[in-house]
């Protein structure tokens, strides 16, 4: 497993990609799709797809329900560049190459991230089929020594110690609230505590977690959120409730169960997502 990504080697994945896409619009938002969500990436238009496998450098998500490509077009009118299906820490990748497709995008120009995912709700109020705003995370694979910014540091793009005072974009935040009005859709706000997965979290892991201020749990989008930041993209999160979870071991938690909820969860997502693009 390789440990470090240099910037030669994301350099040349993104060239990889730029010649794919050369007629196409410089993308606004890079957009990541979690599990069961990936849906969205099916109405991107005039899209020109290419699988992971076809790029340099480039991890291949194993993941059910997680396809495995970028989709690259339009979504109401505005460029965009979706990755149907993610990449997770738990699969046996690098926390660089789990970034890479963050570092592609920083590479291209893309100035903006929204980043989505399955969630499990921490918070007692949150109900499966909910979406979460995310308005701040708690970095627990980074606590436990798996910070994506380890190693050299990529100075092109950012700083050694980057700030993360704001890792989600309050103007976005704001953008998302109101498309959320405008559709009646109730937007649950919170944090997202990342951890590594696979294994689901333990009752004492969530009584845990909801000690320390976690509203949800999965195993993603934390390293991805850093990764931008240190870049200085602008980012909003958004999660889906599909699980309760289950503080006091009364219930399981399947992948099943996940996937099934990404059903409801995918057309409120869809609603936010294209608003916060309109006026991006
Ligand atoms: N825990 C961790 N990750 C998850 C969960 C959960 O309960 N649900 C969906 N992803």
Redesign the pocket.
């Given at each position: 497993m390789q440990n470090f990504i240099s910037i030669e080697q994301i350099d040349a994945t993104a060239q990889a990609v730029k010649k794919k896409i050369s007629t196409l619009r410089e993308p606004l938002a890079g957009i990541i799709l979690?599990?069961g969500l990936n849906g969205l990436a099916d109405s991107v238009q005039n899209a020109v797809r290419i699988p992971y496998g076809d790029l340099p450098n480039f991890p291949v998500s194993t993941v059910e329900g997680h396809t495995g490509r970028f989709v690259i077009g339009e979504l109401e009118s505005k460029p965009v560049f979706v990755m149907q299906g993610r990449i997770h820490y738990y699969e046996g990748y690098s926390m660089g190459q789990v970034t890479l497709p963050v570092r592609v995008m920083q590479r291209l120009g893309i100035p903006n991230l929204i980043v989505t995912?399955?969630?499990?709700?921490v918070h007692p109020d949150f109900l499966p089929g909910d979406v979460m705003l995310i308005t701040d995370q708690l970095n627990l694979m980074g606590m436990s020594g798996l910070n994506p910014l380890m190693g050299p540091n990529l100075d092109e793009i950012g700083t050694r110690f980057p700030d993360m005072s704001q890792a989600y974009d309050r103007d976005c935040m704001d953008l998302a609230r109101k498309a959320a009005k405008e559709n009646k859709i109730t937007l649950r706000e919170g944090v997202y505590a990342g951890?590594s997965?696979p294994s689901?979290?333990s009752p004492a892991d969530?009584r845990f977690l909801r000690l320390a201020g976690a509203d949800a749990?999965?195993?993603s989008t934390v390293p991805e959120v850093i990764v931008a930041r240190h870049g200085n993209m602008r980012v909003l999160g958004l999660s889906g409730?599909?699980?309760k979870?289950?503080l006091d071991g009364t219930t399981i938690?399947t992948?099943e169960?996940?996937m099934e909820a990404g059903k409801v969860i995918t057309p409120k997502v869809e609603m936010i997502i294209r608003a916060v693009l309109r006026n991006l």
């Amino acid at each position: 497993m390789q440990n470090f990504i240099s910037i030669e080697q994301i350099d040349a994945t993104a060239q990889a990609v730029k010649k794919k896409i050369s007629t196409l619009r410089e993308p606004l938002a890079g957009i990541i799709l979690g599990s069961g969500l990936n849906g969205l990436a099916d109405s991107v238009q005039n899209a020109v797809r290419i699988p992971y496998g076809d790029l340099p450098n480039f991890p291949v998500s194993t993941v059910e329900g997680h396809t495995g490509r970028f989709v690259i077009g339009e979504l109401e009118s505005k460029p965009v560049f979706v990755m149907q299906g993610r990449i997770h820490y738990y699969e046996g990748y690098s926390m660089g190459q789990v970034t890479l497709p963050v570092r592609v995008m920083q590479r291209l120009g893309i100035p903006n991230l929204i980043v989505t995912n399955a969630a499990g709700g921490v918070h007692p109020d949150f109900l499966p089929g909910d979406v979460m705003l995310i308005t701040d995370q708690l970095n627990l694979m980074g606590m436990s020594g798996l910070n994506p910014l380890m190693g050299p540091n990529l100075d092109e793009i950012g700083t050694r110690f980057p700030d993360m005072s704001q890792a989600y974009d309050r103007d976005c935040m704001d953008l998302a609230r109101k498309a959320a009005k405008e559709n009646k859709i109730t937007l649950r706000e919170g944090v997202y505590a990342g951890l590594s997965g696979p294994s689901f979290e333990s009752p004492a892991d969530l009584r845990f977690l909801r000690l320390a201020g976690a509203d949800a749990v999965g195993m993603s989008t934390v390293p991805e959120v850093i990764v931008a930041r240190h870049g200085n993209m602008r980012v909003l999160g958004l999660s889906g409730i599909s699980n309760k979870a289950n503080l006091d071991g009364t219930t399981i938690t399947t992948h099943e169960e996940v996937m099934e909820a990404g059903k409801v969860i995918t057309p409120k997502v869809e609603m936010i997502i294209r608003a916060v693009l309109r006026n991006l």
